[in-house]
Structure formats: C-alpha cells, structure tokens
C-alpha cells in the first residue's frame, strides 16, 4: 500500500508540474510578439547539425585536455607496468610514455592523430596543470625527508653526499666547456650552461631511491639507513645549488643574482624562524585524522601557495617553495603521514604523468640524427656516471664503508629518475638548453635511472651475496614442517593464522609457521614504513598470543605482489603456502555477468600469459588475477582459504572426485593428529574401494587415530550436511570441476581450503 501512495504521489507530481512548465513555455511564446525574435536558419539537416555541434564540443579547450589527460594515464599504467614486470620502477616506464606520446614516435608515424590530440594550442594548459602537479609532489618530497636523521646521522652521510654532488657538478661543467661552442643556445652565457649542465649532472632522484630501497628490504638496514640520508642531504643541497643557478641564469651575472640569493636567505629565514613554530603548533593540536579538518588543511595548502608563489617572484622557481613547504612541516611523523595520503594519490597518478608526457612532447628524439650527436650523448652517459657513481662511492669508500657498500651507494646514488627531469625542463624553459641538448639529457635520465637495478644485482653477483631480499633466518633450518601464509588485511591474516594453527600446534619446534605482509611500493612511503610493518602485523601476533602459536614475520615492500609471494615461497621451500581467495572488481556485479567474466576482467598479465601460451584470454577463470599467477609460479603446494567466518576445523568435510585427490589425505591426517579433527570422506564415484593405495593410507590413520574418519558413498550431499562442516578440504582440479558443473549446493559449502599440490 505504501508503494502504491509513493507511486501515486509521484507521477502526481511530475506529470502535474511537467504540464504546468508546457503552459508556461506557450503563454512565453506570445511574449515574442514585435520583439524581433531572429530565427538562425541554416541548410544542415538534423543529423549534419548534430555531427557539427559534436565536432564543436570535441575541439573545445575542455574536451581536448580531458581526452589528453585519460590518453595519457592510460598509457603510463601500460608503460609503468611493463617496467614492473621487468624489475624497474614504474617512473621510467611513465617518462618512456611521455616520450612515445610526443614526436619522437608517435607523432613521426601518426602526425595527423597527434596534431589533433596534442595541438600546439592546448599545450599551454598541459603545462600549467603539469606544472601544478609538480608543485604537489615536490611538497610530498619535502615532506618525505626526516630531517632528525639528518641531523643525528649527517656526518658521514653529508660527506658522501656533497662529495656525490661536487664530483658531478665539476665533470658537469667540464663537458659544458667542450660542447659550449657546438650545443649552446646563441646569446647565452657559459657560466649559465655550465652551471645548469652542472646541476643536471648532480641530481639524484630521492623518491625513486627510497622505493628501490624498500623494495630490496634495505630500509631497516644500516646500508639503508646510510644511502637514504646521503640522498636527503643530496636532495636538500641540490635544491638550493639549484635555486642559485637559477638566480644568476635569471639575473644574468654572478653580481646582478646577489639581489635574488639575498632575497632566498629572507625568504628561507621567514620559514624557517615564523612559519614552521606556527605550522608544528597547529600540526600538535591536529595530529590526528579525526582533528584534521577542513579548515586546518586549507592552513597547509595556503602555506604551500604562499611559498610557492613567493620563491616564483623572488625567482628561484616555484618548485622551490613546494619543496621547502614540505620540510618544514610539523615533526610529527603520524601527521606527515595524513597529509601525504591526501596528496600524493592525486599527484602521482594524475598529475604527475602529464609532466612527463609534456616532457616527451618537448623530446624530439629525432633531432639527434647524427653518429656524431650520439657519440656525445653516450659521452654525457658516461661523465654522468662516472660522476655520480664512482664519485658516492669513492667518499663512501673514504668515510669507512666496505666495497660492496661502497659501490651499492654509488649505484642508488647514481638513480636520477623524475627529479633530472625536473631540473631539465627548467633550464629549457629558461632557454639553457637546446632541444638537442635537452633530448640527450632525457637520455642519459632514462639510462641511468634504468640502470640501477641491474648494477645492484651485478654488485651482489661479484661480491657472491644473495639478494637483500631475506627471509627469516630460522625458515632455513631443515626438517621442520613449514609453513608460510601470505595475508593482505588483519581479519584474512587471523583467519589464515588460525587454519596454519590447526595443521602444526601439536608439532612444537617440528614446526614453523610465518607470516607474510606485502604492500605496493607506491602506496607507502619510508618514513613511515616501520609504523606500518607493526600497524600490520599488531592484529596478527595479538592472535597468535591467544592461541599460544609462535610466529615468525616477514614484511616487503614490493613491486610485483604475486611474484614476491611465489618467490619467497620457493626460496623458503615451504610446505604449504596459504593465501585468501582474491577478489575483483566486477565480481558478481552486472557488469561482470554481461561481460561473461565472475571474477575478473582481461588485464595485461593474462594478455601476457595468453601471448606466451600459459592462458587463453577467453576462458572464464574462477579466480582473481593475483591468486591465479601463485598458482602459475608456485613450486611448493599452494592453499587457498575462501573465508566464510572461518573459526574452527573440528569437524571437516573431504569430497574426492578423482584419484589424484589421494593427497589430500595427508592433510586430513596432519588436522587429525594436530587438531584431533572429525574427517567425513565423500566417495560419490567409489574411487577408493577399487585404490589400495588411498585404502591403505586411511588405514594406516585408523590404527593411529580410529573413530575419526568416516566414509561416504552418497551421491547427493545435503545442505544440512554442508551447514554442520567446519571447512572442506578440496583439490584444485576437483574444486574447478565443482564450479563448473554450478551444483546448487555450492553456495552452501562451508569456509574451503582449495589445495594445489
């Protein structure tokens, strides 16, 4: 009745007020009389006039940027993960994007598409917007930086850093001379190229580096300790050798940029001394996520405004400002935090790749068509390298470290990455640099930044150590049954915890279990990476407490998620590893039914897999991306929990449907010896009276354990049945089988371990 009403008062009143507006359009139309109401007439059919006024909206100023900036996300996903899959951060794969959206490929062989998605007009907004988020990241950087480590750890790193950035920056200015008369722009001034060429050779890149760090588990490490306080001091001195560049690049003389540096010192001075007591006063009242309202948050951008807009007018560059709003921002780690997550999504993934695409407009590779130019890109590799890399680790040699850490500061010291870019564009936009000269140092960016990766891995080969990626030393102690659970939120990880329980607690010392977070390198940031590692493994070692289970932990920071699960998996030689069953996006949604795809869309790792023969693209898969590629690279046996508020396994249900499934009784027994659990054994095809070999293994169970396994012949299973079991214990094969054939009683199964053997 009370749908009815709702209905009724509905099509009452829009049907009544729909007619009211139709008798005011008519009696509006008699106002029209002796207005000189002019008619636009035109020879355009309906449909002509529709497709004009949609090719009008099309090249409006609006559309175009909108259209360049999905292009262009898009592309830095693919690039970025590609890179990802061949072990290098996904910036280079961004600034690789950038460089085939612009002329030098995509614009040589689709000039006609690239002319009107990247018109010479619309550039001028790419930039701005660009530009913008340049600003927010470099405020992200700023805050990134601890500069209580710098402070308690800066002797030995201060002189490996500035040692890293005078080395360059004379092997910098001595290339300038030598390719001064060639490559300089006319009416500018040597001091001016030498000092920007010299500056561009200094640059390291700090995010990119800490990200390397973490990935390669060195963050807790006093090599990693080292390296990320080198490439602080290195960032901080950098930025402020830079804004004196720019000073005298500006004013035109050494003398004549006196007036701007004298003005920078103020300006620093004012921040340091007035605005950051202010800003730690606040930052100690709103610490926390619930206090930081929007009022306290527009004090925090306002002041990165005002600071960017101020280092623009002094003329040290806005990027400045940004950067030094960051490092004065309130000690407190926990707010630096919250504040870091409200920009950096933004500007790193939306932002932040239309800098680098408006980069690669700029690079026309091209231009260097000539073995000449190439001859003096590979020397502006070579001095960059030699600079930068045999420089850190010359001083890091110096000041105490070994060779093997010398040279792995060196090559981390060496990653130039986004910043380099940074650095470039300035000085073309000042006009120092050339667009031939401006195409070689993108080169040596990319090359230097790409080869960081594999000169750590030949480092660790020369000097015969394994890989920084360790796991916990007692997981390599022989005859112990191990087991490894890899967990992505606190109620999977305690869920998995329990089940792990259930298989060893009886085994004491025979047995070991850990547990394993992995979290995407671009999703957290260092310096609060040890707050999350213990935010993350609380829940989970609270648990292990109450059910008196010793546990061992392993935290990354990863690149490539599934790959690092499979690989710590098989260096551990794991038992059995356990994970929760993934989900995706379009899972059960009506998108993913009309797409014909449960629980996942297509995406570029099974496009990959399809490619090299491993998939086929258009098989319905009953899993989630991730968990199919641990399935595809594991080589110990992989359990799969699909969680249905999984608490206990007493009582456990174990259908088999084929005999290879003649493993999964010795899961059965392992549950049965450690949990004293009840074991039901569906036998619907009568596979174990005609296999002595499954017969024989209960059996054997029996005579250790009898009255806890019970046999079934039933070829029809009960939902009473189904809603009494605790877990069932299912094959991989077996379990496929089982979705595939959509028997109504699969949505009554209890919580499932799939195991693949």
């Known amino acids: ?140 950087i700023g805050m990134e930086l601890d500069l209580k480590v710098l402070q308690n750890k800066a002797h030995d790193a201060v002189v490996v850093s500035h040692a890293s950035i005078i080395i360059p920056f004379a092997l910098g200015m001595g290339l300038a001379y030598y390719i001064y008369e060639s490559f300089a722009p006319e009416g500018v001034q040597f001091a001016s190229f030498g000092l920007f060429l010299g500056i561009a050779m200094s640059i390291t890149a700090f995010p990119v580096l800490a990200r390397i760090v973490q990935e390669r588990g060195l963050h807790k490490t006093r090599l990693g300790t080292m390296v990320i306080t080198c490439a602080a001091a290195d960032d901080i ?174 090559a981390l010291m060496n990653t130039r990455g986004l910043m380099e870019l940074v650095v470039l564009n300035i000085g073309f936009d000042l006009g120092v640099l050339t667009p031939e000269v401006f195409a070689m140092m993108v080169i040596m960016a990319l090359v230097t930044t790409f080869m960081t990766g594999p000169a750590l891995n030949l480092i660790d080969l020369i000097f015969k150590k394994p890989t920084h990626e360790t796991i916990p030393a007692e997981v390599i102690d022989a005859g112990k049954y191990k087991l490894l659970f890899s967990f992505g939120d606190s109620q999977s990880g305690k869920a998995l915890l329990r089940l792990g329980n259930f298989f060893t607690k009886k085994q004491g010392e025979n047995a070991l279990i850990t547990a394993m977070h992995l979290t995407p390198t671009n999703e957290i940031n260092h310096i609060n990476i040890e707050n999350y590692e213990k935010e993350s493994f609380e829940p989970i070692l609270n648990e292990a407490k109450v059910i008196n289970q010793p546990l061992s932990t392993f935290f990354k920071a990863s690149n490539d998620i599934d790959s690092d699960i499979t690989k710590t998996a098989n ?79 007493d009582i456990i249900f174990v259908p088999i449907f084929d005999k290879s499934d003649a493993y999964l009784i010795n899961y059965a027994q392992k549950l049965i010896h450690n949990n004293e659990s009840q074991i039901t054994i569906l036998d619907s095809k009568g596979l174990i009276k005609n296999n002595p070999e499954i017969k024989e293994m209960i059996r054997s169970i029996e005579q250790k354990a009898p009255n806890h396994i019970t046999l079934l012949n039933e070829q029809k299973i009960e939902k009473e049945f189904l809603l009494k079991q605790d877990l069932m214990l299912i094959s991989l094969n077996s379990w496929k089988k089982l979705v595939e054939t959509r028997g109504i009683w699969l949505s009554n199964t209890p919580s499932t371990l799939i195991i693949q053997k």
């Open 1 to 140: 009745m009370k749908n009815f009403k709702n209905s009724f008062f509905y099509i009452l009143i829009i049907g009544g007020f729909s007619a009211l507006m139709y008798w005011i359009a008519v009696q509006g139309e008699k106002l029209e009389y002796n207005r000189n109401i002019e008619v636009v007439s035109t020879n355009l059919s309906q449909w002509d006039s529709f497709l004009e006024s949609i090719t009008h909206n099309i090249h409006h100023p609006l559309a175009i940027l909108l259209a360049q900036i999905v292009t262009i996300i898009l592309v830095a996903r693919m690039f970025g993960w590609i890179c990802k899959k061949i072990g290098q951060p996904s910036v280079i794969g961004e600034i690789i994007a950038g460089i085939v959206l612009g002329p030098s490929l995509f614009g040589m062989y689709f000039p006609e598409f690239s002319a009107n998605l990247f018109p010479a007009e619309s550039l001028g907004n790419l930039q701005f917007l660009s530009q913008i988020g340049l600003i927010l990241f470099m405020f992200v």
């Open 237 to 410: 001195t950098a930025w402020c050798l830079l804004a004196a560049v720019i000073a005298i690049v500006k004013a035109g003389s050494f003398v004549s940029s006196l007036y701007i540096i004298a003005l920078a010192a103020i300006y620093v001075l004012l921040m340091l001394k007035l605005v950051r007591p202010f800003l730690k006063r606040v930052g100690d009242l709103y610490a926390t996520k619930e206090k930081l309202s929007k009022p306290v948050v527009a004090i925090f951008f306002v002041t990165l405004i005002v600071s960017s807009y101020a280092t623009e007018i002094i003329g040290i560059h806005a990027l400045f400002g940004a950067f030094m709003a960051g490092a004065i921002m309130p000690d407190n780690m926990r707010f630096r935090t919250l504040f870091i997550e409200k920009v950096e999504d933004v500007s790193i993934v939306l932002l932040l790749p239309l800098f680098f695409v408006f980069t690669g407009l700029r690079t026309q590779i091209g231009l260097l068509n000539d073995p000449y130019l190439w001859k003096v890109t590979g020397l502006i590799i070579l001095v960059a390298v030699v600079g930068k890399f045999l420089g850190s680790a010359l001083a890091a040699k110096f000041v105490g470290q070994n060779w093997r850490d010398s040279l792995t500061i060196g």
């Open 571 to 649: 260096q551990g030689d794991f038992d059995l590893l356990l994970i929760g069953l993934g989900q995706s996006m379009f899972e059960g949604s009506f998108l993913g039914k009309i797409l014909g795809f449960t629980t996942r869309i297509i995406t570029p790792d099974r496009i990959l897999n399809t490619i090299t023969g491993k998939d086929n693209i258009f098989e319905e898969s009953i899993f989630d991306d991730r968990t199919r590629q641990i399935l595809m690279k594991s080589e110990v046996p992989v359990g799969i929990l699909v969680d249905k508020k999984f608490t206990k396994a």
